[in-house]
């Protein structure tokens, strides 16, 4: 049966286009101020982190999304405490983050009673295996991102352009930073019932990155869910027809279409030149 | 008894990792000067300009503007920060670029853009001559008319002090000649603080030079002599007077 007709019938597969549609959502409109901040690397620490709260959330016997939103916020925290002052060396502290949340996390999931089976689906997502209650933590999350980015929006874009001249005009900066980062970390844990902890990066990039040629961060943000979805829906596509894994294949389709949109630009943009030289 | 300045600051000392960056700064600047900062690189002019505005914390020393710490006098002040530290492909268009002066500070954050921010907005575009380019994105202008939509964007604050750091580096001689003349306009109704390399342009617009080479000394324009400048830039400056006959009457 192809990917079509079984969407029809088969629940698994309506709840697996569910979430990369909902993913989509946060991930555009966060992807932008992710890549618009450069703070890629820092929103990759914060995801590999995750993995000491889904530990502790397997050691402590509780929901390991709750535990994956807990250390994610945590995260946040401490990187933006971290580097509010901007002396630090910031690489070397998402770093040392980055690592030691990932070793915690192996430990705990090491030293919890029982087998565990889950440890794949939390590095490289399962969104096969996507159930009603991350279907709901999902929404919950997206009602979040929105409804605060949404409010927040003339703030957060014009702090994200030049944060200096923000604060002269008595904008709480460093506040907008601590919740850009919290937004960032609840985008993440979302991320990561897609396409696991180690792929989140590419699903919170790559989309943004396709939308950088828009005329504003607003239809950035809205080009950037459209690419998204677009991208995890033929990832979706091809992941069941071929048989492949589900997240992995995602992040090569999102990739492949970054490739093309970059290379029509770019051609574009040589054909304009040659055309103002003749 | 004098009339409060716009600006001004005592003993205004700031360390750099062990380095004396600035070193007991004193200033004061009377509303309605046109000031030019001048000094060589790496003089701490822009540093200067940061702990003005209360962007730093200086080690040592007082600011009042507007006779109020920096936090709060600065809401009157209109900043035009060095336009090469931007990243110019950021997806912003003129209009929404200028729109960033008009944010009010405090909470909410949320209220919407009233219609008289939509006249800040209009006016200051026009005031810079750059109406026409309100819809057009950043990274699609030139160095000039980057300059005049951040200079816009200051003047959409409605400030009675207008700061800029080296507005005119990235500009061709015609164009920089211009964009004083839009200075010496806007002087009539605020008080300007540019920090300039040229001391040609700036002999001929402002009326006050300030030399800083991590201390200050300030000088009326005609005051500005080759020693003066040998002083600050520890070698002999040629000065050229080409002074137009109609500015000195």
Redesign the interface.
């Known amino acids: 049966m192809s990917f079509w007709s079984s969407l029809l019938t088969q629940a698994f597969l309506q709840h697996a286009l569910l979430a990369t549609l909902l993913a989509s959502l946060s991930c555009g409109v966060i992807g932008s101020f992710v890549v ?1 901040k450069r703070i890629a690397f820092l929103a990759g620490g914060i995801a590999h982190g995750v993995l000491a709260g889904m530990g502790a959330a397997y050691l402590l016997g509780f929901s390991p999304m709750l535990g994956a939103v807990l250390a994610a916020v945590t995260m946040a925290f401490l990187l933006w405490r971290l580097t509010l002052h901007r002396r630090q060396n910031e690489e070397v502290l998402i770093s040392a983050l980055w690592s030691v949340g990932m070793a915690a996390g192996l430990i705990m999931i090491a030293k919890a009673p029982g087998q565990n089976p889950d440890l794949m689906t939390y590095l490289f997502g399962n969104i096969l295996m996507v159930g009603h209650e991350q279907l709901l933590w999902m929404l919950g999350l997206d009602a979040l991102v929105l409804l605060v980015v949404t ?5 957060l ?2 702090a ?3 944060e ?8 709480p900066v460093d506040a907008l930073r601590l919740l850009l980062l919290v937004l960032v970390a609840l985008t993440v844990v979302l991320l990561i019932q897609v396409a696991g902890l180690i792929l989140v990066i590419a699903l919170l990039t790559l989309p943004a990155a396709m939308a ?6 607003g ?2 943000m809205r080009r950037a869910v459209l690419w998204a979805a677009a991208s995890g829906t033929a990832g979706l596509w091809l992941a069941y027809e071929l048989d492949w894994p589900a997240g992995a294949t995602m992040v090569l389709a999102t990739a492949t279409l970054f490739l093309a949109t970059e290379t029509k630009a770019r051609w574009q943009a040589r054909r304009q030149r040659g055309g103002d030289a003749a | 008894m004098s009339v409060m300045p716009v600006m001004e600051c005592t003993g205004i000392t700031l360390y750099r990792n062990g380095y004396k960056v600035l070193d007991g700064v004193n200033a004061r600047l009377p509303a309605g000067d046109f000031v030019a900062m001048v000094g060589p690189n790496g003089a701490g002019k822009t540093t200067l300009l940061k702990v003005l505005l209360g962007l730093l914390e200086a080690d040592a020393g007082e600011v009042r503007l507007f006779g109020q710490p920096p936090q709060i006098g600065r809401l009157r002040a209109g900043y035009v920060p060095q336009s090469g530290r931007f990243d110019t492909r950021f997806p912003v268009c003129v209009g929404e670029l200028v729109a960033h002066g008009t944010l009010a500070g405090g909470w909410p954050l949320w209220r919407r853009r009233t219609a008289g921010q939509e006249a800040a907005i209009t006016q200051s575009l026009e005031a810079c001559g750059i109406a026409h380019l309100s819809k057009r994105r950043i990274d699609s202008l030139s160095g000039g008319e980057v300059q005049r939509a951040l200079i816009a964007r200051a003047l959409a604050v409605n400030p009675q002090l207008l700061i800029l750091d080296e507005p005119t580096a990235n500009i061709d001689p015609s164009g920089q000649e211009a964009l004083f003349d839009l200075l010496a306009e806007l002087n009539r109704r605020m008080t300007i603080l540019v920090v300039s390399h040229d001391l040609g342009l700036t002999t001929r617009y402002a009326r006050t030079v300030w030399c800083l080479n991590r201390s200050l000394c300030s000088h009326q324009t005609v005051d500005v002599s080759a020693e003066t400048l040998a002083a600050l830039y520890g070698y002999p400056v040629r000065v050229i007077d080409h002074r137009p006959d109609w500015r000195s009457t």
């Open positions: 618009l409010a927040l929006f003339p703030a874009a014009a994200a352009f030049d200096e001249f923000a604060q002269l005009r008595g904008i950088w040629h828009a005329p504003s961060v239809s950035m």
